[in-house]
């Protein structure tokens, strides 16, 4: 069974920071580009970072851009995203996601990735 299972979330103050992992298990994904999704109550499912299969390209939502960094690490199965300098407005439910994507491709949209996690709770306190 193919399972992606998201860990590290939480709350936290403003300014903080928080790790979160995602580990599969079930298959390598290793050959796939992973990327971290994210969504508010009331709000659509909102791309925050992908990486690609080998993790040397990276690209970022604006809103995250310069405070979140994503990484894997494909010996153990997982991508990470650390989180800096917590908003308020980063508060949601956050989803790792895996997906066969070209190597050089962005892939912003939730139809480009066909693995899930079933998400964990970032909640940012003002």
């Known amino acids: 069974q193919v399972q992606l299972v998201e860990s590290g979330g939480g709350l936290v103050q403003a300014g903080g920071s928080l790790r979160l992992s995602c580990e599969a298990s079930?298959?390598?994904?290793?050959?796939?580009?992973m990327a971290w999704f994210r969504q508010a109550p009331g709000k659509e499912r909102e791309f925050v970072a992908q990486?690609?299969?080998?993790?040397?390209?990276?690209y970022y939502a604006d809103s995250v851009r310069g405070r979140f960094t994503i990484s894997r690490d494909n010996a153990k199965n997982t991508v990470y995203l650390r989180m800096n300098s917590l908003k308020p407005e980063d508060t949601a439910v956050y989803y790792c996601?895996?997906?066969?994507?070209?190597?050089?491709?962005?892939?912003?949209?939730?139809?480009?990735?066909?693995?899930w996690g079933q998400g964990t709770q970032v909640t940012v306190s003002s």
């Open positions: 996601a895996a997906g066969r994507i070209a190597y050089r491709d962005y892939a912003p949209s939730p139809n480009n990735y066909d693995y």
């Open positions: 079930g298959r390598t994904f290793s050959d796939r580009a």
């Open positions: 990486v690609t299969w080998s993790g040397g390209i990276t």
